[in-house]
């Protein structure tokens, strides 16, 4: 009888938990499969031998150009290379009417970031596996999860709600940035990156 | 490690009024550059949204003895104690060390205009409303900058995002320092009569530096202390006595005898 | 043993569940994320990330045909700017070039045909089939009793040449040009001498003085890039200006020497001048023995001696006397007047006094004046020749020309009550809003269009404006419209292209091998025959260059005559005088890009349509005060205005801005009858720059 | 129907008559929640304020308010750590009034703000040289100290003893006062003075800048001293008029004398320094950025009159008034004497915010003029329904005056004669004649 009152706090305490944990991550995030399930194995790998920056190139003006349009897939994907129903797909839907294909970005940033890839690649010496992971092995593109509230990609959270992450290259927070920015020891205002 | 901000450069303005005929292009070319959008029905004077507000200042005489000037009037760069920037709650506000620009983050910002009442330059504006372009004009925003929500404050910040370019092609081709050439505020660019003169005020050799250090250049309110980075340039002396206070000085002393 | 739950249990319970949620990241993440919602709801537009590209193209809103250069995302432009070193413009465009690009998608355009019920304030705007209005067009041309006259606001475009053989295949079809303001000196200099079709440019470069009788030569006259940079350069190359106007204009501010005057006596001043010149100066270049009336013409002058006219024009004889020195000692010299976009100009007398100095001072066909071009005209009737009443079908090409255009100065020309009036416009405007038919062509950076030779260009000169925009569905060329009449009037009458028109000028062009091409990219002039082939010719133009003829090297020696009928009286100062005024581009409601009202409604900067600028003392005598809102009276009617007080324009002077109406679209009524224009009482010489006016306190 | 929640040996009104009392209360509020939800989700186009009057009533009020409910920290610092018991009095009803203050000016402000959702940016990127964050982090504190200050009270509520827990809880909080009261005091006098820094420190609004002493601006200092001036008098009149309204003796007449005196004495000290720090400006601080003070008195119709009214007529005048003993022995002076001194700091406050902003600093512009929107107007009558609503419930739940059974045992047995309320207005109270006229009888009301 006594242990009543512990017993109701705690199941509260225990539900809450339950719920924060589990139940709201769930909520949080919607799903929404990518157009095409591009593999890039198949394209960097020994078969295709690409390196990233063939088809994610920059402009005349250094600006780096993100996921390639359709014109670039239609290079090789003119007419189907192999039997593949995905590249039947790319090929029927996307290049022959030269269609743009609406992919989803994993580490789509908003649009008041300034993230110029020249400055740390070609001054900085980075590789894309730092930032993007081991994306350009990837066989298929996970599913996109995109925050209801926020409208961000749950790659720029990272995975785990807690915001604590496992590898290097999860979460693209600005945080994130300060972070390797402050190591550097520099000295940046605000509108250095956001415009 | 990318080096672009070792250099520490100031950069600022020589506005030259005598060459200013107060066309309007600069205050167009700003607005279109940096996405703000087109006035709401209601907006007037006070409550719009111009980052460029272009001033006609009379001396006051009687016709057809007077004269006046077109005073383009907008972020003034102040360098010492920034009024808005040491007022700013929550560090939305801040001047870039390496460029000397004082930066405004609207996303950052919660709205509560404290900024607005310490700048001595009126150059800080409110989203009053949400802003509102006709269907078409909404594909030909500037990509380069963003826009800005209803509720928070926004300010002239020498079309930063062009520095970004200038440095994002500076770096592509692995060089640290941008070419000064690629960086030219929208209003310097468009000014058809020159009157506009941007550059590195640090660097001796650059024209704006060597502008800002002419006999009839001047700054307004410089006695606030604030050391705006704006300056402007008249032959006409009324315009320097008025922008500087000088009169009010002399006034001072007669007044105390 | 049974034990319900109470209230204090359901409390411990909440209590545990919110201390629970404190060790999870729901509440903070929801902060966080709420945040993030404010910084990118949907009431804020999200941008394009779009390949970046550049383009280069003409601005068509006004004659000057600036060179652009397009920065555009996925396609579209969103900025535009000048080309550096572009000879003309110098690589500045003006504040309503800047946002030329918006004009597409501003909210008086109109996409399909319209019909308006009636001519009256009320009538309304019905949307129409482009069929049925090309039949009851076509069908009114047919049965026409008085004639049927095309009116082409921007002249010698390829257009052009189309509208004027089609009105020749008409029997009753003129073409008619309203002339712009700028060249109006210009024009009254050709007429004035005997041989026709010569057409005659300003030399501004080389010149040392330009005497300006009220033109805003530094707010939007010619190509406003060269304006301003013979403005800067104007210490080095010895240049000066000299400003005759009423009011303390933009550019009277700037000039080297303003001479106010009392409205409405330009004419009297230039004779003024003239007199002094023949009878008090020894020219070194006397000029006017080629005069065929010079005898008359000094015998008339006697009326205006300075000293006689003084109390007329208020300047001291002195003030006239030292211009008329300096203007004869200066080696070259323009004199030129008129021009106010919104005041039109002084009428064929004024100007022909105007232009006479020129003559006198044999400033014609002088390298460093004024110069003879080669004449590439397209032939056309001027619209004050047309006799009055007459006009039973007018079509309208009002493709914008900057210049205000009174709707009462179209009216008196058309017979009344049955008469049909056709706007080719892609806009709502003061002018559109009185016509039976609208139909909406392409606008600006829509479709392939030339540039001409600008008025007052002292060479010919050549460019194509390339589209940027796409060209939306129910928009029609103009050219395609009148060929869809002919057909419909079994006309034998095929009609090119306009892209085919273009090139047919280019080839014309560049078989005369003649000039200089200027690329926009690169900065560079080659000489045209350097280029190989014409189609090679074409392309470049159309990826951006402007082809710049030779000048033309002959002197003129013709006969011409300076007779000119000017009263030695002011206008009379009994009442208030209303004078309007405008900044070229911005006379109608629907030629500005809604980035505008920066410059008219968010600033002080431009006065928007319901603003009048009146002397303090003025205001004083009148018993209003500053920003009230009084009511403007002309015999034309009334309308309500606010006052601003204004050091820069003189007593008993009322000066109303021709522009937009701050605050969006205005309505039909404002469209039809509630503008400055429709206050001004047009004159028969066709002018509208004085009327006379009260103003009074709105409660009263 | 409530009679089990009403305190023992407490007279109070029926509840169909205190219903009657709240109703009106309750429509203005809701009336002002309507206002408040149109700026929050159409945006502050609703108000009249704009880029240059970027300041508008609510920050005004804000600055008023607080002002005014600086008798809370204050009553408690001279209550628990000077220890001048005869103020337990009306240390509660002070409580109440210093919460109903800080809630409404923070709820106010969460309006004003164009992002609210952002606003707990403050917290997480703070700028700590802008006073704003010191004046956001010492409210929110000190709202939360009011909030368990406020507890207790509650906690007396006679259906709420019956819980041992509660009881124990607010033994234990009682013994905590004397700590909370420092920690208040403490919060207070920062962001008190904070709040003058807030315009202190505005170099480009010469009209409002001020020298430096330490690190924080005169106004700092100024705006305490005034603030603590000013509260003693508002609890003083507050008092008064609950009186007037409730028609019952509810403290000693003694206590609100001591409430005059303190202000009196603090208001002199307050008046000193404010004359020798506008001394020091009009000379000095103005003149020396190129702005004579004069100018800012001539070319507005703000002129020098309000400069005396502030210091002299609301200001020194009271003070005076406040100080003497043989005037505070008249309740009518007492009375009017703190009501001025409460007048006198809204004008101060009125001049630093609202006239600062009107002034304008570039030579070629003018003097601006501003009133506010109806919805502003609504959102501040919201804040003033919610402190009546707060304070009546309180009061008629909980015993907020620690006097007023022993003051009441009598008058409440005693039958009393029905009396106009006429009377009442004769009896010195306009309010109580308005309210009169509304109500049938206001004594049985309560």
């Known amino acids: ?76 994907h003119a007419a189907p290379l192999g039997e593949s129903d995905v590249e039947k797909i790319l090929v029927e839907q996307y290049t022959t009417p030269n269609q743009e294909i609406p992919w989803h970005v994993y580490s789509r940033q908003p649009d008041n970031a300034y993230f110029p890839h020249a400055s740390h690649t070609t001054l900085g010496k980075m590789k894309c596996v730092e930032c993007h992971g081991d994306h350009g092995n990837s066989e298929s593109l996970e599913v996109y999860q995109v925050n209801r509230i926020s409208g961000y990609s749950r790659d720029i959270w990272g995975k785990n709600i807690s915001g604590i992450q496992s590898q290097p290259w999860e979460g693209m927070k600005m945080d994130r940035c300060v972070r390797c920015h402050a190591e550097r020891s520099r000295k940046d205002g605000c509108i250095a990156c956001h415009k | 490690m990318n080096s672009l901000s070792e250099k520490k450069s100031r950069y600022g303005m020589v506005i030259d009024l005598d060459k200013c005929n107060g066309c309007g292009a600069c205050s167009i070319a700003c607005t279109i550059e940096n996405n703000v959008p087109p006035a709401e029905l209601k907006a007037n004077k006070r409550s719009g949204i111009t980052w460029i507000q272009i001033h006609t200042v009379s001396n006051n005489e009687q016709y057809p003895n007077g004269d006046a000037v077109f005073i383009p009037m907008f972020c003034q760069q102040c360098e010492n104690e920034t009024p808005c920037m040491t007022v700013c709650p929550q560090n939305a506000v801040d001047i870039d060390p390496s460029t000397g620009i004082v930066g405004q983050i609207p996303q950052r910002c919660l709205g509560c205009r404290y900024c607005m009442t310490a700048c001595p330059y009126h150059a800080r504006y409110f989203n009053w409303w949400d802003p509102q372009w006709t269907e078409g004009m909404m594909k030909q925003l500037n990509p380069e900058v963003a826009p800005r929500m209803r509720g928070v404050v926004e300010k002239c910040n020498f079309c930063h995002a062009r520095l970004h370019a200038a440095r994002t092609k500076a770096a592509a081709n692995g060089e640290s320092e941008i070419n000064p050439e690629d960086y030219i505020p929208a209003c310097g660019e468009s000014c058809p009569s020159k009157a506009i003169t941007f550059g590195d005020l640090s660097d001796e050799n650059s024209e704006a530096a060597k502008l800002s250090k002419e006999k009839n250049t001047f700054r307004f309110l410089s006695r606030l202390g604030t050391e705006p980075k704006v300056y402007f340039h008249s032959e006409r002396t009324w315009i320097k006595d008025m922008a500087e206070k000088a009169l009010t000085r002399t006034r001072m002393e007669e007044h105390h005898g | ?311 007329a024009t208020g300047i001291q004889p002195g003030v006239i006397r030292k211009l008329a020195l300096d203007l004869a000692s200066a080696r070259s010299s323009i004199i030129l007047g008129g021009a106010d976009p919104g005041g039109g100009s002084f009428g064929k007398e004024t100007e022909k006094a105007i232009a006479g100095l020129n003559l006198i001072l044999g400033n014609v066909g002088k390298s460093g004046a004024i110069t003879e071009r080669k004449n590439e005209n397209v032939q056309a009737e001027p619209w004050p020749k047309i006799p009055d009443h007459s006009i039973s079908v007018l079509i309208m090409d009002s493709y914008e020309t900057g210049y205000a255009v009174p709707w009462q100065l179209i009216e008196q020309k058309l017979i009344p009550d049955n008469n049909i009036v056709v706007t080719l416009l892609p806009y709502l405007n003061e002018i559109s809003a009185h016509t039976d038919y609208i139909i909406p062509t392409t606008t600006y950076y829509e479709s392939v269009r030339d540039i001409p030779t600008p008025a007052g260009s002292p060479v010919n000169t050549f460019a194509i404006s ?101 009263i030695a009286q002011p206008s009379s100062q009994d009442r208030l005088l209303l004078i309007p005024f405008g900044w070229r581009g911005a006379v109608s409601s629907s030629s500005l890009s809604p980035i505008m009202s920066k410059l008219f409604q968010e600033s002080e900067l431009r006065e928007n349509a319901n603003t009048v600028l009146m002397n303090p003392q003025t205001i004083a005598d009148a018993k209003l ?18 006052i601003k007080s204004s050091n820069t324009v003189p007593l008993n002077v009322i000066y109303i801005p021709v522009g937009p109406l701050p605050n969006g679209s205005p309505s039909k009524a404002y469209l039809n009858n509630l503008n400055a224009l429709s206050m001004c009482e047009v004159k028969s010489d066709g002018t509208w720059r004085i009327t006379n006016a009260a103003i009074r306190n709105q409660t009263v | 129907m409530d009679k089990f929640l009403i305190p023992r040996g407490l007279q109070r009104t029926s509840f169909p008559k205190f ?35 970027a300041f508008g009533l609510w920050i005004y009020l804000d600055l008023t308010v607080i002002a005014l409910g600086a008798g809370a920290f204050f009553t408690g610092f001279l209550l628990y750590i000077v220890n001048r018991k005869e103020l337990k009095a009306v240390i509660n009803s002070a409580v109440v009034i210093g919460l109903i203050c800080y809630s409404g000016a923070v709820l106010v402000l969460m309006v004003d703000v164009g992002q609210p959702l952002r606003a707990w940016f403050t917290f997480w990127h703070p700028n700590t040289h802008s006073m704003l964050t010191e004046v956001t982090f010492c409210l929110t504190c000190y709202l939360t100290v009011l909030g368990i200050e406020y507890a207790p009270i509650l906690l007396k509520n006679r259906k709420l003893r019956q819980i041992p827990k509660f009881l124990v809880f607010e033994f234990e909080l009682h013994k905590l006062m004397p700590v909370l009261a420092g920690i208040g005091t403490l919060l207070s006098f920062f962001h008190q003075g904070s709040l003058g820094g807030l315009f202190g420190v505005l170099r480009g609004r010469p009209f409002a800048f001020r020298e430096e002493l330490g690190i924080w601006p005169s106004t700092f200092f100024l705006f305490v001293l005034s603030a603590i001036a000013a509260g003693p008098s508002f609890v003083l009149f507050t008092t008064w ?68 009214t502030e210091i002299g007529f609301l200001g020194l005048i009271p003070a005076l008034l406040l100080a003497s003993k043989r005037m505070r022995e008249k309740p009518a002076v007492l009375v009017a004497a703190a009501v001025m001194v409460c007048g006198g700091v809204m004008v101060n406050r009125f001049v630093m915010t609202i006239q600062t902003l009107a002034l304008p600093t570039l030579p070629f512009d ?37 006097q007023e059974r022993e003051l009441n045992f009598l008058s409440a047995q005693q039958i009393e004669i029905e009396r106009t309320p006429l009377e009442y207005s004769s009896k010195g109270s306009r309010v109580l004649a308005a309210l009169a006229n509304k109500f049938t009888s206001l004594r049985s009301l309560w």
């Not at chain 3, 500053?626 to 205005?641: D, R, Y």
Request: with cysteine.
């Open chain 3, 1 to 311: 043993m049974q034990k319900s739950l109470t209230r204090r249990d359901l409390l411990k319970f909440a209590g545990g569940s919110a201390l629970g949620l404190l060790f999870t990241p729901l509440p903070w993440k929801l902060l966080d994320d709420s945040a993030i919602w404010t910084q990118n709801w949907a009431l804020t537009p999200k941008l394009s990330h779009g390949p970046i590209t550049t383009k280069f193209s003409s601005c068509t809103l006004c004659p000057a045909g600036c060179a652009v250069k397009a920065h555009c995302v996925d396609g579209l432009p969103f900025r535009l700017t000048g080309v550096h070193h572009h000879p003309m413009s110098n690589g500045a465009v003006c504040a309503r070039g800047l946002a030329g690009h918006h004009l597409a998608y501003h909210p008086l355009r109109m996409t399909i045909p319209h019909k308006f019920s009636g001519r009256s304030a009320e009538s309304r705007l019905i949307p129409y089939t482009l069929n049925n209005s090309i039949k009851e067009i076509s069908a009114a041309i047919d049965s026409a009793q008085g004639s049927v006259v095309i009116l082409d606001q921007s002249p010698n475009r390829t257009s052009s040449i189309i509208f004027k053989q089609f009105t020749e295949k008409l029997q009753n079809g003129i073409y008619a040009t309203l002339s712009s303001d700028e060249e109006s000196t210009l024009l009254a200099l050709q007429e004035m001498f005997d041989e026709k079709n010569i057409s005659l440019g300003y030399d501004f470069e080389k010149t040392e003085m330009i005497v300006s009788f009220g033109a805003p030569l530094l707010d939007g006259f010619g190509t406003p890039g060269l304006m301003t940079k013979l403005y800067n350069e104007r210490k080095t190359s010895r240049k000066k200006f000299i400003q005759i106007e009423s009011c303390q204009s933009r550019t009277a501010l700037q000039a080297d020497q303003w001479i106010p005057i009392k409205p409405g006596v330009e004419g009297i001043i230039a004779l003024n001048i003239a007199f002094v010149l023949l009878n008090e100066i020894k020219l070194h270049n006397q000029n006017s023995n080629g005069a065929k009336d010079i005898s008359e013409y000094k015998k008339n002058l006697k009326n205006f001696i300075p000293e006689r006219t003084e109390h």
């Open chain 4, 19 to 53: 219903l009657l009392w709240i109703i009106p209360w309750m429509m203005l509020l809701s009336f002002g929640l309507y206002a408040i939800y149109l700026c929050l989700a159409e945006g502050l186009n609703h108000t009249n304020m704009d880029n240059r009057f």
């Open chain 4, 366 to 402: 003018q003097f601006l003029s501003y009133a506010p929107s109806w919805e502003e107007i609504a959102a501040f009558l919201f804040v003033v329904a919610y402190g009546v609503l707060l304070y009546s419930f309180t009061f008629r739940y909980a015993p907020i005056f620690p």
């Open chain 3, 466 to 566: 390339q589209p940027l925009l796409p060209k939306p569905d129910g928009t029609i060329e103009e050219t395609e419209f009148i060929s869809q009449v002919a057909s419909v009037l079994h006309m034998d009458f095929t009609i090119a292209s306009a892209e085919e028109r273009i090139k047919e000028k280019v080839n014309s062009i560049y078989s005369t091998k003649r000039g200089k091409l200027f690329s926009f990219s690169d900065g560079q002039s080659k000489p045209l025959i350097d280029i190989s082939t014409a189609n090679d010719f074409y392309s470049q133009l159309l990826d951006g260059a402007t082809w710049i003829d030779e000048k033309a090297s002959k002197n003129l020696v013709k006969k011409f005559s300076l007779k000119a009928d000017i």
């Open chain 4, 241 to 308: 008029l609950v009186q007037k309204i409730t028609r019952k003796q509810l403290v000693q007449p003694s206590v609100l004398k001591f409430l005059g005196k303190i202000s009196g004495i603090l208001l002199i000290i307050y008046i000193l320094f404010k004359s020798i720090d506008t001394l020091i400006w009009i000379n000095n601080t103005s003149p020396s950025t190129g702005f004579p003070a004069f100018e800012f008195y001539e070319r507005t119709s703000f002129g020098t009159w309000i400069l005396f």
């Open chain 1, 1 to 76: 009888m006594k242990y009543t009152s512990a017993l109701l706090f705690g199941s509260g305490f225990l539900i809450s938990l339950i719920v924060g944990w589990f139940l709201f991550p769930a909520a949080l995030y919607r799903s929404e499969p990518q157009p095409i399930q591009f593999n890039h194995k198949i394209h960097t790998g020994e078969k295709g031998g690409m390196a990233c920056t063939e088809c994610h190139t920059t402009d005349d003006a250094g600006k780096f150009q993100g996921i390639p349009r359709i014109a670039k897939c239609a290079e090789c």
């Open chain 3, 625 to 642: 005060n500053e920003t009230q809102n009084a009511i403007l009276e002309t015999k034309s009617g009334s309308m309500p205005v606010k």
